[in-house]
């Protein structure tokens, strides 16, 4: 399994259609800096053939005032969270 970390909006950017693109049926996807607006209600919907694996960083939702904005298919992840994802994973790849 693959950890696939993005930090740009979909709403931006196009780079997350690379992203899904490369990513195999047990990768997970991290939406961190600016790519946690991708788990707004409005927008994760390009994230739905993701379901169960799509996470968002909490202290990046917060540093934007998005916390508790989230559509409930994203799980939200603390950095704790980050570093268990990162150590679950074969390696990780950055989309930027």
Known sequence: ??????????ATSLV?????T????????????????????QLVRHFEELEGRLFALREDLASRGLEGHCDPA??????????LLTEEADRTVSWY
């Open 1 to 10: 399994m693959l950890l696939h970390i993005l930090n740009r909006s979909p």
């Open 74 to 83: 994203v799980q939200v992840v603390d950095v704790d969270g980050f570093v």
């Open 16 to 20: 997350y259609r690379q992203a899904l």
């Open 22 to 41: 490369a990513m195999g049926p047990e990768d997970r996807l991290l939406l961190i800096e600016d790519g946690v607006q991708g788990a707004m209600p």
